[in-house]
């Protein structure tokens, strides 16, 4: 299975942009579908975007359209999520998640079998 780490999470104010990051270790990265998902505090975990093997992206979260990018780097063995107009109610410990499926199977969690350990992003209003 990959191993995944998250980076680029900060405090960041209302209307600003930030890039999160997802290095995978493994060199099967290509054929893998990643899954970036959230969690406020006391809320469920839910699914945000996913790319697929076939560099395919998808929105699950009707909130983010329009404002949330997912890309991969099969080179680098990278996927970002890119974030931009920002808003308080996007306060929350963001995931990346693999799929050896290589599909993203309507972003559930059961569905992925390797998670980072997420990354906080804190907006200001």
């Known amino acids: 299975q990959l191993q995944l780490e998250e980076s680029g999470g900060v405090l960041v104010p209302r209307g600003g942009s930030l890039r999160l990051s997802c290095v995978a270790d493994g060199s099967s990265f290509p054929s893998y579908a990643i899954g970036w998902f959230r969690q406020a505090p006391g809320k469920e975990r839910e699914g945000v975007l996913c790319?697929?093997?076939?560099?395919?992206?998808?929105t699950h979260l009707d909130s983010v359209k329009g404002r949330f990018t997912i890309s991969r780097d099969n080179v680098k063995n990278t996927a970002y999520l890119d974030l931009n107009s920002l808003e308080p109610e996007d306060t929350a410990v963001y995931y990346c998640?693999?799929?050896?499926?290589?599909?993203?199977?309507?972003?559930?969690?059961?569905?992925?079998?390797?998670w980072g350990r997420g990354t906080h992003v804190t907006v200001s209003s």
């Open positions: 998640a693999s799929s050896r499926s290589g599909y993203c199977s309507g972003l559930q969690s059961s569905n992925f079998d390797s």
């Open positions: 790319i697929d093997w076939r560099d395919s992206p998808s």
